[in-house]
């Protein structure tokens, strides 16, 4: 499935992207007050849809041939599970706050969404199909 690319789809993807990504790590993100919380989330879209929007129209090529049920899985998938299990061993490690445990969370959401961009926009995710097809010795 190619589709031509035009502005409109790209900003459609970005601030689809950019709001389940400021969402998922706004609320991995230990802060003090529901307005902190509110204001991490709205910087983590800001931010996040900044660096989609040049990676979603320089790779337009690699990430339209997937399905879109299939881009989002596969961005998804890493940033969540990677957040949350990131932000899961801080919080065991540190404690569940203060600044070194808000400073941590954001090390481990920004961890998990550099993975999530290496996976959907880098060919990372063709990497790990390979050697998994490679390591099971199945037939793709």
């Known amino acids: 499935m190619s589709e031509a690319p035009t502005r409109l789809k790209a900003v459609i993807w970005t601030v689809s992207l950019g709001i389940l990504t400021s969402f998922t790590l706004g609320s991995?993100?230990?802060?003090?007050?529901?307005?902190?919380?509110?204001?991490v989330t709205g910087i983590a879209?800001?931010?996040?849809?900044?660096?989609?929007?040049?990676?979603?129209?320089?790779?337009?090529?690699?990430?339209?041939?997937?399905?879109p049920?299939?881009?989002?899985?596969?961005?998804?998938?890493?940033?969540?599970?990677?957040?949350?299990?990131?932000?899961?061993?801080?919080?065991?490690?540190?404690?569940w706050q203060g600044l070194l445990t808000t400073t941590l969370d954001t090390v481990a959401a920004s961890l998990a969404f550099a993975v999530a961009l290496w996976l959907s926009f880098y060919g990372g995710a063709d990497l790990v199909r390979e050697y998994v097809v490679r390591k099971l010795d199945v037939e793709w």
């Open 45 to 67: 879209l800001i931010v996040s849809s900044l660096i989609l929007y040049p990676l979603i129209v320089r790779n337009w090529s690699r990430w339209s041939r997937e399905q």
């Open 28 to 39: 991995t993100i230990t802060v003090a007050t529901p307005e902190n919380e509110a204001l």
């Open 69 to 95: 049920l299939v881009r989002i899985v596969v961005y998804f998938s890493p940033l969540f599970f990677g957040a949350v299990v990131l932000d899961t061993f801080v919080s065991l490690l540190v404690g």
